[in-house]
T-cell receptor, first 116, second 112 residues
Framework: AQSVTQLDSQVPVFEEAPVELRCNYS??????LFWYVQYPNQGLQLLLK??????LVKGINGFEAEFNKSQTSFHLRKPSVHISDTAEYFC??????????????FGAGTRLAVHP | DADVTQTPRNRITKTGKRIMLECSQT?????MYWYRQDPGLGLRLIYY???????NKGEISDGYSVSRQAQAKFSLSLESAIPNQTALYFC???????????FGPGTRLTVL
């Protein structure tokens, strides 16, 4: 069975500092990988996704993530964060062979708090 | 206009009451999902539907039921609400292909 582990429940960081949010997954088959962001009192919005091809994926708002198959990781990074990046971030995985059905398995989330 | 809408946005109810949460979408997607979000647990799948005649249980379906009234509408019911169903509920839709899902704004449900 698939699972997703987000290694940090909370990440405090100062404005303009770099940040990395860590995500590891377990799956015996090839997967699609996603990062979603949830701003306060809002639904989830897609940041970026890995389907195939280049292991470095660029998303919205200056975020990027790197797929590492050998380490089964998909860490999210941003070189310089803003106050407006304060939100909860969710990593999710979907396997390619679940009968074509796109079910996502989510991690528990990482709360990013950007301080001035 | 939002592509995925949920009503109500907030609801407070009492133990034992029947509650329906509604979801509508204008994205033309066949696939629709209901999740609940609890602090520290992420999102967990309650039910999903891949077309009007296809309904499937997710990992936490006990105490819930759903109805797919049309391609664009997917409702979640709590037959007899209990306090541990207090949570944030999200509806999502998905097309075929790359498995991306699109989320509604959520319904915050409190069961007293």
């Amino acid at each position: 069975a698939q699972s997703v582990t987000q290694l940090d429940s909370q990440v405090p960081v100062f404005e303009e500092a770099p940040v990395e949010l860590r995500c590891n997954y377990s799956s015996s088959v090839s997967v699609y990988l996603f990062w979603y962001v949830q701003y306060p009192n809002q639904g989830l919005q897609l940041l970026l996704k890995y389907l195939s091809g280049s292991t470095l994926v660029k998303g919205i708002n200056g975020f990027e993530a790197e797929f590492n198959k050998s380490q089964t990781s998909f860490h999210l990074r941003k070189p310089s964060v803003h106050i407006s990046d304060t939100a909860e971030y969710f990593c999710a995985v979907s396997d390619l062979f679940s009968g074509g059905y796109n079910k996502l398995i989510f991690g528990a989330g990482t709360r990013l708090a950007v301080h001035p | 206009d939002a592509d995925v809408t949920q009503t109500p946005r907030n609801r407070i109810t009492k133990t034992g009451k029947r509650i329906m949460l509604e979801c509508s979408q204008t994205k033309g997607h066949d696939r629709m999902y209901w999740y609940r979000q609890d602090p520290g647990l992420g999102l967990r799948l309650i039910y999903y539907s891949f077309d009007v005649k296809d309904i499937n249980k997710g990992e936490i379906s006990d105490g819930y039921s759903v109805s797919r009234q049309a391609q664009a509408k997917f409702s979640l019911s709590l037959e007899s609400a209990i306090p541990n169903q207090t949570a944030l509920y999200f509806c999502a839709t998905g097309g075929t292909g790359d498995n991306e899902q699109f989320f509604g704004p959520g319904t915050r449900l409190t069961v007293l």
